[in-house]
């Protein structure tokens, strides 16, 4: 039977009671998915003996996986379709120790990640730093001012990789050909929740919002992340051995603070396509006028 405990925070709940990922039933995946519904976000307590398999194979009974650039270096033979992030030069040291900024996943792909998992095969202990942390734009949004809602609401966000790469210079190649770029809703319906919800305010592909300059778009902008990201809206995760993280991934941000160079800190990643395509794929030139 599954146990499932609020984290205490502004959203997650904590899932206790799963054996493991290869037994759970439909029956579980059911509650888990309610529970995603509610509390935006599941951690899965005590799946130590998870394979990459497993992890790959679970993630699939949650819709269909983004398979948006998987390079060698980045990934495992046995289940390709899994993004490594580690600072193991073993895995191509994906994400290194330092802080992520918040996001949301593939908010540039026209099926933006509606589900994200996280597995933590190797983390440091929470002292050492590496939390992942997650706002809720659910509430986030309801919780503006009604003539800021009338602002938003019906703006379209041009979002972009070419962004990233320029700020990670280790990027570069994962530009792919085109690279994804793509007109998205800045205030959209989550229709597993059904409720309206912000999306992705976060600065990492952020290029501008249609019709308003770069400098003003990037002022709304900001004041609506950092209303987002309000310790009120928040849940930081403090990682556990085994822990495995679902996230709705068009209701939250999230991003994850640096940790102690010297540890090692190894997870799996997988993202669940949107049924519906929310994006319009836009294959230009960064900054273009749109
Ligand atoms: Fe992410």
Same mark, same amino acid.
């Given at each position: 039977?599954?146990?499932?405990?609020?984290?205490?925070?502004?959203?997650?709940?904590?899932?206790?009671?799963?054996?493991?990922?290869?037994?759970?039933?439909?029956?579980?995946?059911?509650?888990?998915?309610?529970?995603?519904?509610?509390?935006?976000?599941?951690?899965?307590?005590?799946?130590?003996?998870?394979?990459?398999?497993?992890?790959?194979? $679970?993630?699939?009974? $949650?819709?269909?996986?983004?398979?948006?650039?998987?390079?060698?270096?980045?990934?495992?033979?046995?289940?390709?379709?899994?993004?490594?992030?580690?600072?193991?030069?073993?895995?191509?040291?994906?994400?290194?120790?330092?802080?992520?900024?918040?996001?949301?996943?593939?908010?540039?792909?026209?099926?933006?990640?509606?589900?994200?998992?996280?597995?933590?095969?190797?983390?440091?202990?929470?002292?050492?730093?590496?939390?992942?942390?997650?706002?809720?734009?659910?509430?986030?949004?309801?919780?503006?001012?009604?003539?800021?809602?009338?602002?938003?609401?019906?703006?379209?966000?041009?979002?972009?990789?070419?962004?990233?790469?320029?700020?990670?210079?280790?990027?570069?190649?994962?530009?792919?050909?085109?690279?994804?770029?793509?007109?998205?809703?800045?205030?959209?319906?989550?229709?597993?929740?059904?409720?309206?919800?912000?999306?992705?305010?976060?600065?990492?592909?952020?290029?501008?919002?249609?019709?308003?300059?770069?400098?003003?778009?990037?002022?709304?902008?900001?004041?609506?992340?950092?209303?987002?990201?309000?310790?009120?809206?928040?849940?930081?995760?403090?990682?556990?051995?085994?822990?495995?993280?679902?996230?709705?991934?068009?209701?939250?941000?999230?991003?994850?603070?640096?940790?102690?160079?010297?540890?090692?800190?190894?997870?799996?990643?997988?993202?669940?396509?949107?049924?519906?395509?929310?994006?319009?794929?836009?294959?230009?030139?960064?900054?273009?006028?749109?």
């Amino acid at each position: 039977m599954l146990t499932f405990t609020p984290t205490g925070a502004a959203l997650g709940s904590i899932c206790t009671g799963l054996a493991g990922l290869t037994t759970a039933t439909e029956a579980d995946l059911e509650e888990i998915q309610a529970h995603l519904r509610s509390d935006l976000l599941v951690v899965l307590r005590g799946m130590n003996q998870s394979t990459i398999t497993d992890f790959r194979d $679970f993630a699939r009974r $949650f819709g269909e996986l983004n398979q948006y650039y998987r390079p060698g270096q980045w990934n495992d033979p046995s289940a390709p379709e899994v993004l490594i992030f580690s600072n193991l030069p073993h895995y191509g040291n994906l994400a290194g120790s330092g802080p992520l900024d918040w996001h949301s996943n593939n908010s540039y792909c026209q099926r933006v990640a509606q589900y994200a998992l996280l597995y933590g095969v190797r983390t440091p202990a929470p002292e050492r730093g590496g939390a992942t942390k997650f706002a809720d734009l659910q509430a986030a949004y309801e919780a503006l001012d009604s003539q800021v809602k009338e602002l938003i609401d019906g703006l379209e966000v041009l979002r972009s990789v070419k962004k990233t790469i320029y700020k990670y210079s280790d990027l570069k190649e994962a530009a792919g050909d085109p690279i994804p770029s793509g007109i998205g809703p800045l205030v959209r319906q989550n229709e597993r929740t059904g409720r309206r919800t912000l999306y992705d305010v976060g600065a990492t592909v952020w290029v501008h919002i249609l019709g308003m300059s770069v400098d003003d778009s990037e002022r709304l902008r900001k004041q609506l992340f950092e209303h987002a990201t309000q310790p009120r809206f928040r849940y930081d995760h403090r990682w556990q051995q085994g822990d495995l993280i679902i996230w709705d991934n068009v209701s939250t941000l999230h991003g994850r603070d640096g940790f102690d160079a010297a540890e090692t800190r190894l997870c799996w990643e997988l993202d669940i396509k949107d049924e519906v395509a929310t994006v319009r794929p836009l294959h230009s030139e960064f900054g273009e006028k749109v």
